[in-house]
């Protein structure tokens, strides 16, 4: 079955560390995104990419990196320099010229 | 800049209750507009969505109407069930040259009582 799987469903981290939060689509959309989601705010967008080798910045991108090497794939990196990382995570897709975004069961990610 | 308002929540309502979750937005033109629905712990749904001015969008007994007079797209359901609780989620949409991205409201928890 196609659609968007996020790995891992939870994840911890010490401060001070990096951690890349992985998202994966076999649905051959040319669009991808990441959101942040916090209670009572909301989903903000940190990254999106429309084709391979491109992306731009959200609304939240600082402390944030991705990559786009490949189609299916679209790996977030928090980095330490973002100062409240503990959040849950969203990644979603979506074909080109369609207004349907299909989302991941998302990564909650706890700083420890 | 574009924005999304939602109701505030929690709404609590007893089962075969009337739903309505309040929804504007603050926008140049006319974007689409979107419902989606986040379970516990799930990602989110697309429940329905209006692409322009006077389209209802419906699906699972739900109903929204695209209001450009009032920049509104007010949520309802004429009997809620237990199965309705979540999140729900207002969003607009535009399609622009380098992309096209979600602008999301707030969110509005609902939970629905036997």
């Known amino acids: 079955d196609g659609g968007i799987t996020q790995s891992p469903k939870y994840l911890f981290r010490k401060e001070g560390q990096n951690v890349t939060l992985s998202c994966e689509q076999n649905l051959n959309h040319d669009a991808m995104y990441w959101y942040r989601q916090d209670p009572g705010q909301g989903l903000r967008l940190i990254y999106y990419s429309q084709i391979v080798n491109d992306f731009q910045k959200g609304d939240i991108a600082e402390g944030y990196s991705v990559s786009r090497e490949k189609k299916e794939s679209f790996p977030l990196t928090v980095t330490s320099a973002q100062k409240n990382p503990t959040a849950f995570y969203l990644c979603?897709?979506?074909?080109?010229?369609?207004?349907?975004?299909?989302f991941g069961q998302g990564t909650r990610l706890t700083v420890v | 800049g574009d924005s999304v308002t939602q109701m505030e929540g929690p709404v609590t309502l007893s089962e075969e209750a009337f739903l309505t979750i309040n929804c504007t937005y603050t926008a140049t033109g006319y974007p689409s507009l979107f419902w989606y629905v986040q379970y516990p712990g799930e990602g989110l749904q697309l429940l329905l969505k209006a692409t322009k001015a006077d389209d209802k969008g419906s699906n699972k007994g739900f109903e929204a109407t695209y209001r450009k007079e009032t920049t509104s797209f007010h949520l309802e359901k004429g009997s809620v069930q237990v199965s309705d609780s979540a999140v729900y989620f207002c969003?607009?949409?535009?399609?622009?040259?380098?992309?096209?991205?979600?602008?999301f409201g707030e969110g509005t928890q609902l939970t629905v009582n036997p």
């Open positions: 969003a607009l949409r535009w399609k622009e040259t380098s992309g096209s991205r979600l602008t």
């Open positions: 979603a897709s979506n074909a080109q010229g369609s207004t349907e975004a299909f």
